[in-house]
């Protein structure tokens, strides 16, 4: 594919040969807690496809990796598939696929907008095994067959519950590309799965991006079991709200038994949280280099700033990267209260620090064949995520702390107005 090319296609290409030619940041399980078993971790599939109707000169055979004597490198396929004609036809679309979850009562994530994946089990020979596996189950998709490239993983998440604080598992996203013209149409583990959606790339940034915000009752999380403390919360720190992007609601499969709606009627999707989050990860390593005067200091996604995209660094100067999606720290949640988002702002000092934080990685010019080095094994997305819920949690215990005591004072100072007018009618009538 030519530098030149500016198309989407031409990120994908340039996005999924950083991810395989950089070692993802991995974290290690902690020691588990007594009583509570192992640490648990989960895997996902981020699968991607270049979907075209008419797909005139598609040859699937020229990525094709059956062949284990003549297996072609990873990077070999990429290129070999992103030269074909129909893949950089400006009718092609790259879309990515996404799950919504089955309603369950059992489930922490149930209804949410996710990537195929699951719990790693004790028999699973590695994380890619768990994505393969859980893919397999879960939307009836084998990523070992020939039509399917793993492309390699993303950084390691942390999974965590009351604002960061408490670490439930360890996520490690694997990416793949589907080389076939005509994208899979999945079929469903009815249990797990209520519809599938192959979303197209365009709609995940701007222009056509659309955005919405999910509340979230903090209080709920906060004090689950507590009726009292409860709404006692509610009136002290508000509502929470996460930033999400609206997806059409147009399944390409479906669960028996439900009920798609038609004309318009069927809500939209929303995806937030730690799936938007990954899926901003991807699409931070299609930022393209638009000039060579300097970094761009905005919090763009922590890999974009790392990761020089296609290995194409060979200037003495450092790229400045285009704007292609938001970043993930636009995305961290908001409170309703205008006064506890400023206090996170006050106390979030190093979560700024973080998001400055350059890495050397990007500053080094290199030959463009050369392999992309390895990164410092330092999770700045990780360390800036828990960085700015540290700040949330200060700001929420000095919220709760200064609307008690102007609570207290304005009870108190009630308290005082009306023994002031009881002790004036006394004398009055004395």
């Known amino acids: 594919m030519s530098a030149s090319q500016s198309g989407v296609a031409a990120r994908l290409y340039a996005a999924l040969r950083a991810i395989h030619s950089s070692p993802p940041r991995r974290i290690a399980s902690p020691p588990p807690l007594p009583g509570a078993g192992p640490q648990k971790r989960a895997s996902v599939a981020i699968n991607t496809t270049a979907s075209s109707e008419d797909a005139i000169g598609a040859d699937p055979a020229a990525v094709s990796t059956s062949s284990a004597s003549l297996q072609p490198s990873v990077l070999e396929q990429l290129d070999d598939f992103f030269a074909q004609p129909w893949v950089n036809n400006p009718s092609t679309t790259i879309e990515i696929l996404y799950i919504k979850r089955a309603t369950r009562t059992t489930d922490a994530w149930s209804g949410h907008v996710a990537f195929p994946g699951g719990r790693t089990e004790p028999d699973d020979e590695s994380a890619e095994f768990t994505a393969l596996r859980e893919t397999w189950e879960e939307v009836g998709l084998d990523l070992a067959e020939k039509d399917w490239i793993s492309i390699g993983q993303l950084d390691d998440r942390e999974i965590t519950t009351s604002l960061g604080k408490r670490l439930l598992m360890i996520l490690s996203p694997f990416v793949f590309l589907h080389t076939s013209p005509y994208a899979p149409i999945p079929e469903l583990q009815e249990t797990e799965v209520a519809s599938a959606h192959w979303i197209p ?123 292609f999606a938001p970043s993930e720290a636009s995305i961290f949640p908001r409170f309703s209260y205008p006064d506890i988002n400023f206090l996170i702002w006050v106390f979030a000092f190093r979560y700024r620090r973080l998001l400055r934080h350059p890495s050397n990685a990007a500053t080094r010019p290199r030959p463009p064949d050369t392999p992309a080095p390895a990164r410092a094994k330092v999770n700045w997305a990780g360390m800036s995520l828990n960085a700015y819920y540290a700040a949330v949690r200060r700001a929420l215990v000095v919220a709760v702390f200064l609307r008690s005591c102007a609570a207290l004072g304005g009870i108190v100072a009630a308290g005082l107005w009306i023994r002031g007018k009881l002790l004036d009618r006394r004398r009055t009538l004395a």
């Open 201 to 323: 790339l365009e709609l995940l940034h701007a222009p056509a991006a659309k955005y919405g915000h999910v509340p979230i009752d903090i209080a709920t999380r906060l004090a689950p079991r507590n009726r009292f403390a409860r709404t006692a919360l509610r009136l002290l720190v508000g509502k929470m709200d996460f930033k999400c992007i609206l997806l059409p609601n147009d399944p390409v499969a479906s669960s028996y038994g439900a009920k798609p709606l038609t004309g318009g009627n069927a809500p939209e999707l929303k995806l937030w949280g730690l799936t938007l989050g990954m899926t901003l990860d991807l699409l931070s390593h299609m930022t393209l280099a638009s000039s060579l005067e300097d970094l761009s200091t905005y919090p763009y996604a922590v890999a974009a700033l790392d990761t020089p995209l296609g290995g194409r660094t060979g200037a003495s100067k450092v790229a400045k990267l285009a704007p």
